[in-house]
């Protein structure tokens, strides 16, 4: 099972609300990471996790929080966020957070509207 | 500090032609790894090809090759016998110490 999946699909939300983005692996990777992705540009590294642990955060403002519950579940939670947050935003998991050894394998995304 | 140029932002291909994409990188890392990703419209993020950077065979993949240029700082995406599921955009990505993508190159395949 080569899959990382991440619900919801999409989700809208206004400026005032909370909500939480869920990513799940089951391959056994011990690295995940969040990235955010507008639309027809790259993907950018917001979060990195690395056994459980925040290893890399890219200055993300804290409206973004987040979380690793365990080696299999990665969340974002969202509060007060802008509707310039609108984005992609793509989950990925690998081997290891050993750079570049273990390729990373991305999820399908959950494309967030902020209105 | 690393980076990834990629100077085509749309090519298209005839079906069953070849095609290639061009790729430049910069990193101040002894060790890194370059990747091609393809994206589909509207769908998941896979992984094309991966290129170790102290391995100076170029990297194939069924009908896809890369020319891995060290010196150069050049990695370039071919893709051979072209097919329609080949439409997607492609990244070319650097791992030195975390993955950066470069700004992508939309590819089309014709019929």
């Known amino acids: 099972d080569t899959e990382v999946t991440q619900t919801p699909k999409h989700l809208v939300m206004g400026m005032t609300n909370k909500k939480s983005l869920k990513c799940e692996q089951h391959?056994?990777?011990?690295?995940m990471y969040w990235y955010k992705q507008k639309a027809k540009k790259p993907p950018e590294l917001m979060f990195v996790?690395?056994?459980?642990?925040?290893?890399i955060n890219e200055s993300v403002p804290s409206r973004f929080s987040p979380e690793c519950p365990n080696s299999s579940l990665l969340n974002l939670h969202l509060h007060a966020l802008q509707p310039e947050d609108s984005a992609l935003y793509l989950c990925a998991s690998s081997q290891s957070g050993t750079s570049g050894f273990y390729e990373q394998y991305f999820g399908p995304g959950t494309r967030l509207t902020v209105t | 500090a690393q980076t990834v140029t990629q100077s085509q932002p749309e090519m298209s291909v005839q079906e069953a032609e070849t095609v290639t994409l061009s790729c430049t990188y910069d990193?101040?890392?002894?060790?890194?790894?370059l990747f091609w990703y393809k994206q589909p419209p509207s769908r998941q993020m896979i992984l094309v090809i991966r290129q170790e950077a102290y391995k100076q065979q170029n990297a194939t993949e069924n009908r896809f090759s890369v020319n891995f240029q060290k010196a150069a700082k050049s990695f370039s995406l071919k893709i051979s016998d072209s097919q329609l599921g080949d439409t997607a955009m492609y990244f070319c990505?650097?791992?030195?110490?975390?993955?950066?993508f470069g700004a992508g190159t939309i590819l089309r395949v014709k019929s």
């Open positions: 990505a650097l791992d030195g110490n975390k993955l950066v």
């Open positions: 990193t101040s890392e002894n060790n890194y790894y």
């Open positions: 996790y690395s056994y459980e642990k925040l290893s």
């Open positions: 391959m056994g990777h011990r690295a």
